[in-house]
């Protein structure tokens, strides 16, 4: 039975996302009490800007690779990886010039970590096409080095920014490696055919600025957190963010495999299904948040983090309607929907960013909270109704598990 479930894709995923949901929890913990609420905050600030960076660097190559792998019924693996180290190249002597010449440490952190982030991004992409298994295995590796790493700074460091810098560093590189290792490829960033580079950039700047519009909707709160708010309410408001991005662990392990089914064919019931787990699964996360958060934040965070507790209910709301966003939006990109895509996220960021202008003032991190609310609120539920729409079904058949399913669910854990 074990077997039979560890060579199963969505089962070996969800068992990613549990092993990851309870060693991150741990990792998070660690961190936190290591780095304090004012350095929380500016660490979180750091990575959010380089998530944002990242994107903009990657000029959305690496999420055109499911589009042109269909396309082109694979083979396109060598021809990726050359100008994903083509781009570290260029990447790295920036970094170099610029780190040199910026005076302010959170943005020099950001400058050395932003050439391994691309390129760690783009290859965990490529990955989850051309082998998700390998993808699953190496991400449960390195959430495990990461808690050790940061226990071992709790207990034995003193209080720092650049140590869990140097650590994303470390782990992103070894990552690196061993997906080129695994890939089979040896990388040639002077052979690139720039006729293919020319489809892929005709194809990608729309996807970039869609991933650009997904990492603002997360991020932008934490911007203006950071100059519109106070360093307390920035770690705290960090801190909670942090544990939503638990609550959906479950949704993106029926994600990452939706990537790598839909690039190859595309079935309804499989969507739907992904869909209906994944919403119980997070009504479950968050009704048992309800009971036992505070509790939780208190034992992992400390009593400086109580009022975590409340900016997080608060956030998880949002948490149900953006299953439809990411469940959806994998077929939508898939088919070629791409305009739909990006004009409604870009509705919902511009929302995003209106509100939090408007509330912060006034309410300081509960107003970030629900401008979130209604930014995710409007994404996930625009995205349900076309999805609706566009593939015939009943509202009913996306929400409601029937009977048929729950066995559907049952073979496919059991099954290889």
Known sequence: MLSKVLTNDYSLNLINKIYTVIIGLLSSAFLT????VIYKGDYSYITQIVLVLTIILNLGIHQSYSYFFRKNNGGILEKYVNIYIFQFIIHALIAIVLGSIINNKLYFYVIILLPFSVINQQMESTMAVENIRLKIKLHMFNVTIRMISFAVMFFMMEKSLLLPILLTIGINSISIIIYLYYSKVMPKPLNNNFIFVKE????SWLPMLTALLITFNYSVDIFFLKHMGTSIELGLYATAVGIVNYFWLIPDSFKEVLVSRVARTYSNDSTLLAIKISLISVVIVIIGFLFFGKFAINLMYGSEFTDAYRVT???????????????IGVVFLSEGKRWFYFLSLLISVLVNIISNIITIPLYGMYGAAFSSIVSYSICGFSFLVYFVRDKKLNILDVIFLKPSEIVQFKNIIKRR
């Open 33 to 36: 009490r290591y780095l304090g």
């Open 200 to 203: 892929i950039l005709e194809f």
């Open 313 to 327: 209910l608060i956030l998880a709301l949002g948490a149900v309607s953006m299953v439809f966003y990411k469940m």
